[in-house]
């Protein structure tokens, strides 16, 4: 009797604690896992690309062997980026459950068809509807987020699901290690469609729902929260129409540039550039993605905190640049790894950032177009895991000149941001003004 008494106590508890607050049991704790095993699926290749079976296997030997790998990410991302559009499109139709859910039965697909892939042609084509299927993911949580969240929690919320997006893959070089060492590299991939088969597309089903109001587990006063304005108005022009969003859109360029560059090739950079053992090499990989874990969980206290996101991206452009020219002088493998780690991790914040501008340029009704737009500058991601394989066959396996090229598009990311600072900071002027008071600006 006493147990169930205390069982009874816990479930009250657990209850009230949920109490205005279930949108992030409902909403968050899906697509959080929904980014920790998609990452897995898209990024986890720079790990198995280490592996000497999978090399062997699918003919990845001679001159050419780092360009035929950069393909293998390029056309991934071609594919992931240009479909972000048609998702964008359908999502502000279908709504973003049912088309996570068909998206996730594709790439579930695709995992199992890289698995059986034996030849190289045969994989890179599990890699293009991998991209397809995948594409959906940005539009559907930028989605969700605007539909689900008040505007004083955005970033909050945006941090809450880029969490899975770092922390996935930190778990993830681990556990693809571990099957590579005890598998085959087939093996990888099977476990992955498993973890989307019985895992995400279950939790998409049964837990979430389009907007709050579908759903039924919010109460009126959740409702009211969540629909409560700051005080801001929306603005009534497209998005498309202000140009800090096609700024914050060149800013991702540079950052998918730069965090692709760095992903795909770190495992690579630290076996053979730097001599890392197997071992070595998956603690670095972790610890760079935990890097990009806490910048995002940072970005989204301060970005909330300070309501000055732009300044912060702006910091985290130049941080990165700082990091890749420390990593190119250290005098020590270690030290050079963790400074490579370090930039990957700054990029995984102005990922978050970039986000949350989506949904503070954008409405509920144009969301998801504004987030494939969005999303398709993941193509120039592919460009850059390419071009660094390209640019290392022509220095002879030297990751120098490609390293001094993503300092250059870290700079370039910086001098974007610096247009949208002065606006933002006289936006919040106004804010902090009461409404019966006038100030120029």
Not at 262 to 291: H, Q
Request: charged share 15%; proline share 4%; glycine share 10%.
């Amino acid at each position: 009797m006493k147990a169930v008494a205390k069982m009874n106590m816990f479930l009250e508890r657990g209850s009230q604690m949920l109490k205005g607050n279930k949108r992030w049991l409902y909403i968050a704790v899906p697509i959080f896992f929904f980014w920790f095993f998609g990452q897995i699926d898209k990024l986890g290749i720079s790990v198995i690309q280490t592996d000497p079976g999978f090399l062997s296997d699918l003919g990845l030997t001679g001159a050419d062997k780092n360009a035929k790998i950069g393909l293998i990410t390029f056309i991934f991302t071609i594919s992931y980026a240009v479909s972000n559009i048609f998702w964008g499109f359908v999502i502000d139709k279908a709504g973003p459950r049912k088309t996570a859910v068909f998206g996730l039965f594709i790439w579930t697909a695709t995992m199992i068809a890289g698995g059986l892939a034996s030849s190289y042609e045969m994989f890179l084509i599990s890699r293009v509807i991998l991209g397809f299927g995948e594409g959906m993911m940005i539009p559907v949580c930028g989605k969700f987020i605007s539909n689900w969240f008040n505007q004083r929690e955005l970033g909050r919320a945006q941090s809450t699901w880029l969490a899975g997006n770092y922390f996935g893959p930190a778990c993830g070089a681990v556990i693809l290690t571990l099957v590579l060492a005890t598998f085959h590299w087939e093996a990888a991939f099977f476990f992955l469609a498993a973890f989307n088969l019985f895992i995400v597309i279950p939790m998409f089903w049964f837990l979430t729902r389009d907007t709050p109001e579908q759903h039924y587990a919010i109460d009126k006063e959740e409702l009211a929260y969540i629909r409560k304005s700051d005080g801001t108005e929306k603005p009534k022009k497209s998005f498309a129409q202000d140009y800090r969003y096609w700024i914050v859109w060149f800013g991702m360029l540079m950052s998918s540039f730069l965090f692709f560059g760095i992903s795909i090739w770190l495992p690579t950079y630290l076996v053979e550039a730097k001599s890392f053992s197997r071992e070595a090499m998956t603690g670095i990989t972790s610890l760079s993605w935990l890097f990009a874990l806490g910048f995002v969980l940072s970005c989204g206290f301060l970005a909330d905190k300070t309501r000055r996101p732009s300044l912060l991206a702006t910091i985290l452009f130049s941080l990165t640049a700082v990091f890749l020219t420390a990593a190119i002088f250290a005098p020590h493998p270690v030290l050079a790894g963790i400074c490579m780690g370090l930039a990957m991790g700054t990029q995984g914040g102005v990922f978050h950032l970039s986000n949350l501008f989506i949904v503070k340029f954008s409405t509920p009704e144009t969301a998801g177009r504004a987030a494939g737009l969005m999303g398709f500058t993941n193509i120039l991601g592919g460009f850059s895991s390419y071009i660094m394989g390209w640019m290392r066959d022509l220095a002879g396996g030297d990751f120098g000149p490609s390293i001094v090229m993503l300092i250059i598009a870290a700079s370039l990311g910086f001098i974007a941001y610096i247009f949208t600072i002065k606006k933002e900071a006289a936006e919040l002027r106004i804010e902090q003004f009461p409404p019966n008071r006038k100030v120029i600006v």
